[in-house]
């Protein structure tokens, strides 16, 4: 039985990386797969001799003495456990989104557009790499990578030369995302699993990070795609929304106080962030004169949002699709791991491989294994491979060994443009041709990928 789950594992996983070739969306292969899988295991629940407490990261004793009743008991103890863990992801990207959707209902990121004054492609680009670096932790990497080629698109006219600007973008918001907490949904997994805090996570990672940002864009200002000036497109956009910038920084302001409330409460994340999401809706409502009702809304706004208030209309545009692909994802890897298969393959990984450099304490988990899941992370999802790396490893918070799969998996998705979720939105907004990424892109992202690591490996026998 065993087998099966495995091979339907592996057949939906490579649904998953071929989802442009079949068409056919990945959330569906992920949704599949998760039931599935846990359907098989609930019918062969007998023939199983082992049994992974997630709880206690141990094998439960004597489980295959255990009787039929005793076994299903466990595992919907199990089912719920997980189930648990992983709605406080996802509880938690819904609050982000849509407060991310409430600050462009009021045209927020506007606000960043008219910092912009210089013409030089060279200036330009040192400004959207630092921006996305920045916005990508802190409002995740895939919408500041959304956010800024939308404004992109406003200022620069040559398609040509705009690719090469979003190839950057995807580096640097990827590089950003990998030392904060709220800025790339597998950082936000190691968070809210107690695996990293916020202080360690950014003394581990910034540097780290930010030369992994640094390195292709000092690179690629000396290309000959950014000498030269700009030729910008008119601004032809109607007058900006008296509390656009007002709410740009509320909403900013509020996501970063996440991580701040989780330290001084000791609350998951995701009640600070419904904190968060209802003092931004309070003023929203309040700016948009709109009802708390679902319906009669009585508002003077754009046409197109005359039936809605700000948050029901930032609700109506959240990636609801992005949801259930993590919530099924993360629900299949949750049954490989409870039936002990990644926890014997962690120790199998563990034996076989060479050491490379200093090993991490605890296990000695080699640091090529690391490197290894950055590389993969740029052919395949790099959510199911952290997610497999929490039941693989059993070290202990904050040990730099998870710092370490952050960082290679927050950055290693960008050396191919299908590796991340801001390269394929990228993708998908301007229509970026995988090979041209793969030529003109890809080797300055492997070059910022090992200056990051190299410097981390350095830097780690500091802390």
Known sequence: METIIILVFVLGYLAITVEHSIKIDKLIPALVMMAIS??????????????????????????????????????????LHHLGKTSEILVFLLGAMTIVEIIDYFDGFSTIKSFIKTNSKRSILWIFAILAFILSAIIDNLTATIVLISILQKIVKDRSVRIWYAGLIIIAANAGGAWSPIGDVTTTMLWIGDKVTTGKLFMYLFIPSLLCMIVPT????????????????????KPKNKFSSTMLYLGLGGIVSVPFFKTITHLPPYVGMMLALGIVAIFAEIYSNSKFALSGVDSDEHIEHASHSPVHHALSKIELPSILFFLGIL?????????????????????????????????????????????????????????????????????????????????????????????????????????????????????????????????????
């Not at 199983?48 to 439960?60: C, I, K, P, R, Y």
């Not at 290309?223 to 008119?234: D, I, R, Y």
């Open 218 to 237: 000092l690179i690629a200002s000396f290309l000959p795609a950014f000498k030269g000036n700009l030729e910008k497109v008119e601004d032809n956009d």
């Open 38 to 79: 846990w359907a098989l295991i609930a019918l062969g629940i007998d023939s199983f001799t082992q049994w992974f407490d997630s709880a206690n990261h141990g094998l439960v004793d004597g489980f295959s003495t255990l009787d039929h009743e005793n076994k299903m008991h466990i595992m919907e103890e199990t089912l």
């Open 331 to 463: 629900m299949a890897v949750a049954a490989l791991e409870s039936l002990g298969i990644l926890f014997g393959f962690a120790g199998t990984l563990q034996e076989t491989m060479p050491m490379l450099g200093t090993e991490f304490h605890g296990e000695g988990v080699s640091d090529l294994v690391v490197l290894l899941l950055g590389v993969g992370s740029a052919v395949i999802d790099n959510v199911p491979l952290v997610a497999a790396s929490l039941g693989m490893f059993s070290e202990p918070i904050d040990n730099e060994l998870w710092h370490f799969i952050a960082y290679s998996a927050g950055t290693g998705g960008s050396m191919l443009i299908i590796g991340s979720a801001a390269g394929v939105v990228a993708m998908g907004m301007e229509k970026i041709d995988f090979f041209w990424y793969l030529k003109k892109i890809s080797w300055l992202a492997l070059l910022g990928f090992i200056a990051g690591a190299a410097t981390f490996m350095v830097t780690r026998t500091l802390f």
